[in-house]
């Protein structure tokens, strides 16, 4: 008999939700920081993330989740810098904090 290694859970309808609205909201995000210039790649690795880089610096990348904070969704850091709300129907202070980490002078 053939024994997991770690214990797996099933996936349910809900989760598959919430992960497809995640990856649409980091999508989004992607969108708005790629007309500055910025680099953005949504990633689907168990939970999507979004990867943005600097393309005039090899070492200004980071990952930027879409997570649950109290009665929405907010766009976060790998180390968990708060970059703004995913619902908001303005992304710009997202865009603006995400240029600011990565070193990127935004275009008007």
């Given at each position: ?15 598959i939700l919430t992960q ?11 969108e ?24 005039q ?9 879409c ?16 970059l ?12 603006e904090?995400?240029a ?9």
């Amino acid at each position: 008999m053939v024994h997991p290694t770690h214990p797996t859970r099933p996936v349910t309808p809900a989760a598959i939700l919430t992960q497809s609205l995640q990856r649409k909201r980091l999508a989004r995000l992607a969108e708005a920081v790629s007309s500055h210039g910025i680099w953005a790649r949504v990633i689907d690795d168990g939970l999507p993330f979004l990867r943005v880089s600097n393309p005039q610096s090899e070492f200004a990348v980071e990952d930027i989740t879409c997570e649950r904070r109290g009665q929405g969704y907010v766009f976060v850091t790998s180390f968990g810098m708060y970059l703004g709300d995913c619902d908001d129907r303005s992304l710009r202070p997202s865009v603006e904090r995400t240029a600011r980490l990565l070193g990127v002078e935004l275009s008007n």
